[in-house]
């Protein structure tokens, strides 16, 4: 089964999920053998597991700028976006409009295409176009708002292209709206300083295993004072705003995976930028017919998503996977579905270079050697892949 | 991840035939860039229209690059009247199988090597002329009345995976279902389901089952030698009896539940509980 090895791969794909921290596992593994106690039990065997969740609280807090009662642990970025959206609507069952864009990530997408069924009330969705850069519009945004809006929910940072939204100005507008706000900041969180004391975010999503701890994870603040209907209603647990018992290894995980991400943030930015832009450069050059997608400054330090024109991101992935490089691709193909990434043509970008764009995010495990690995490796594999496509012509 | 077969890794990485033949005598082009795959046909015959030579090039994943190589390996040797007897099935088959989603790269291989033929000959597809009704694709009603025949296909998902039709905005798959109704002539599986009611009459269960029993669990017994019979309906309790090879098979509690009960519940409550009749 698990014949693709860890020290082999050349790993370029951690908007889709990262390596967990080693000392992320350190952290982790007493909660998964000896100290099994229930953080929510009267002895000191469960009470002393309580604390270590309590600690976790104070750690992802301490990432955003929040206090640790703002903070409540989920399953994962899916489950927390869910919550607030749903949260904002039962507070306020007279407003049945959403304002979100149009490249938001399939959790927030699918959720808001689906809210009629789901609640079984009418509801009004608009999505905010974006410009071929993928940036936002801030005027048509203004417009979209108004006094039948529950809630904005728009992501901070785009999970394909790595484009960042002004969530900070988009917040306050919201707010001299009188509007609640929601961000999904699942790949802003633990790359992008984020101070939430200073904002007017309302909602929080996000998912420990986008920084570096382990899946089935995820958190949700909640602004102090913001009207909450929990979405999973059960025992008491993180005070009744989420019942279920805590998945205590994975939040003690994400707690040290919070603390890791703050402590070294600036440095490892510029780290990752550094390889990034090497890769970025050197593919942009080394392939003719390459495009980049979306603004050139306004974004991660550790995406690049490419387009190589007149062939299929598919068959370039499975190219990749022979040499052991991992990415994404925006293709129709890879998605199982028969259309391009919705994100990119919601850009604008043309079908001839949807169907061929490649998603590069990287993480602080990256090499310089890693990345002039896959520059030598990219241009023939493009090139093998076009002289066999109807479409390209040589000149 | 796709799960492709090492017949299908083999002809995506060494692919043969890649290219285009010079003043070939039959061309065949079909797909475009916007829908993401893409290939070109290119073939030479003999006097006596035998295909000599074939070449092709594509644009689009693993398996659309893979049934354009493995295309061009099967048709060399044939003539022109067996070469339009290929269908999409036997190229997907030569590949040891594609995933269902992917079974439209196959249909690709045959349109492109009908198209060919027909360049060869000087004649003009009957396909082209159909009514274009899934808009985002380019694919005609004819299309889809071929597609739905030749692979036995019976809901609108599977007219999507073997067509692409009805993949892009969605808006022709009530026009997709209608087509589906018209061509098999029997109420097709995914609009069973949606019409499924929450409670029933006995009598409306009686003729649910028995239309279940026959258009979907029968003929597969019966590849077996078997048979099945509904003995009579209690509520949500089916009494069935089982016959011919099923009777002395060893196997027939298990089918009983893992496949007539499961296919019922699908199809017509999912309460049912299926009992052989003593």
């Keep these: 089964m698990m014949d693709c090895r860890p020290e082999q791969v050349v790993y370029m794909d951690n908007n889709a999920t990262t390596r967990v921290a080693p000392e992320v596992v350190e952290a982790m593994t007493p909660f998964l053998s000896d100290f099994y106690g229930n953080p929510s039990s009267m002895h000191r065997f469960g009470g002393q597991v309580g604390a270590a969740v309590r600690k976790?609280?104070?750690?992802?807090a301490g990432l955003l700028g929040a206090e640790p009662e703002e903070i409540t642990f989920t399953s994962c970025g899916t489950e927390s976006d869910s919550t607030a959206i749903l949260s904002a609507l039962q507070s306020f069952p007279d407003k049945r409009h959403v304002v979100t864009t149009r490249v938001e990530h399939p959790a927030i997408k699918n959720l808001c295409e689906g809210l009629d069924s789901l609640t079984g009330h009418k509801h009004r969705v608009t999505r905010l176009p974006v410009a071929d850069d993928g940036t936002l519009d801030l005027e048509k945004y203004r417009e979209a708002l108004s006094d039948d809006t529950a809630i904005v929910s728009v992501m901070w940072a785009n999970n394909e292209t790595g484009v960042i939204f002004p969530i900070a100005e988009m917040a306050r507008i919201a707010?001299?709206?009188?509007?609640?706000?929601?961000?999904?900041?699942?790949?802003?969180?633990?790359?992008?300083?984020?101070?939430l004391n200073k904002l007017d975010v309302d909602f929080l999503s996000l998912s420990g295993h986008k920084l570096h701890a382990a899946k089935g994870v995820g958190a949700l603040y909640v602004r102090r004072g913001t009207p909450f209907v929990p979405f999973l209603t059960?025992?008491?647990?993180?005070?009744?705003?989420r019942g279920g018992t805590e998945n205590v290894a994975s939040i003690v995980g994400l707690g040290v995976a919070c603390e890791l991400a703050g402590a070294n943030m600036e440095e490892e930015n510029n780290t990752v930028r550094k390889l990034r832009d090497r890769l970025e450069e050197g593919l942009l050059k080394a392939v003719p017919k390459s495009m980049l997608n979306g603004h050139k400054t306004d974004r991660l330090p550790n995406t690049t998503n490419i387009s190589f024109e007149y062939v299929e991101g598919e068959a370039i992935l499975l190219h990749m996977d022979r040499y052991n490089i991992c990415a994404s691709s925006g293709s129709a193909c890879t998605s199982g579905s028969l259309e391009p990434s919705h994100v990119l043509r919601a850009m604008g970008v043309p079908f001839t270079a949807a169907h061929g764009s490649i998603r590069y995010s990287l993480s602080t495990y990256n090499?310089?050697?890693?990345?002039?690995?896959v520059l030598e490796k990219m241009p023939p594999i493009i090139a093998e892949l076009r002289a066999m496509s109807p479409f390209w012509k040589e000149d | 991840m796709w799960e492709y077969t090492n017949k299908v890794q083999q002809h995506f990485l060494h692919p043969k035939n890649v290219g285009e033949i010079e003043n070939a005598d039959g061309t065949g082009e079909v797909g475009s860039l916007a829908c993401g795959d893409a290939l070109k046909l290119t073939i030479k015959v003999d006097g006596n229209e035998v295909?000599?030579?074939?070449?092709?090039?594509?644009?689009?994943?693993?398996?659309?690059?893979?049934?354009?190589?493995?295309?061009?390996?099967?048709?060399?040797?044939?003539?022109?009247?067996?070469?339009?007897?290929?269908?999409?099935?036997?190229?997907?088959?030569?590949?040891?199988?594609?995933?269902?989603?992917?079974?439209?790269?196959?249909?690709?291989?045959?349109e492109a090597l009908?198209?060919?033929?027909?360049?060869?000959?000087?004649?003009?597809?009957p396909m082209a002329e159909g009514e274009v009704v899934c808009e985002c694709f380019g694919v005609t009603d004819l299309e889809v009345i071929r597609a739905i025949n030749e692979s036995s296909l019976r809901s609108v998902e599977e007219i999507t995976n073997f067509t692409?039709?009805?993949?892009?905005?969605?808006?022709?798959?009530?026009?997709?279902?209608?087509?589906?109704?018209?061509?098999?002539?029997?109420?097709?599986?995914?609009?069973?389901?949606?019409?499924?009611?929450?409670?029933?009459?006995?009598?409306?269960?009686?003729?649910?089952?028995?239309?279940?029993?026959?258009?979907?669990?029968r003929p597969g017994l019966r590849k077996?030698?078997?048979?099945?019979?509904?003995?009579?309906?209690?509520?949500?309790?089916?009494?069935?009896?089982?016959?011919?090879a099923c009777t002395s098979c060893t196997k027939s509690q298990t089918t009983l539940k893992e496949y007539v009960e499961r296919k019922l519940r699908e199809l017509v409550l999912d309460t049912l509980i299926v009992e052989e009749a003593k």
């Design chain 1, 56 to 60: 976790a609280r104070e750690q992802v």
């Design chain 1, 175 to 195: 707010h001299e709206h009188g509007i609640l706000f929601h961000t999904d900041a699942v790949q802003a969180v633990g790359k992008i300083p984020i101070d």
């Design chain 1, 234 to 241: 059960g025992g008491h647990q993180e005070r009744g705003r």
């Design chain 1, 367 to 373: 090499t310089e050697e890693e990345v002039d690995f």
């Design chain 2, 51 to 110: 295909i000599t030579d074939a070449k092709f090039k594509t644009f689009g994943c693993a398996s659309a690059i893979a049934s354009s190589s493995v295309l061009t390996e099967m048709i060399v040797g044939m003539t022109l009247d067996e070469a339009a007897k290929v269908t999409n099935e036997d190229i997907a088959e030569r590949l040891g199988g594609l995933p269902k989603e992917k079974m439209h790269c196959s249909v690709m291989g045959r």
């Design chain 2, 114 to 125: 009908e198209a060919a033929i027909a360049d060869c000959r000087g004649v003009i597809l």
């Design chain 2, 164 to 217: 692409k039709a009805g993949g892009g905005c969605g808006k022709c798959e009530d026009r997709l279902r209608e087509i589906l109704i018209a061509t098999v002539q029997v109420v097709p599986v995914d609009q069973l389901q949606q019409e499924k009611p929450k409670r029933m009459t006995t009598l409306q269960k009686i003729k649910k089952i028995e239309e279940a029993l026959e258009r979907e669990i």
């Design chain 2, 224 to 244: 077996d030698g078997g048979d099945i019979e509904l003995v009579d309906v209690d509520g949500d309790f089916v009494l069935v009896s089982l016959r011919g």
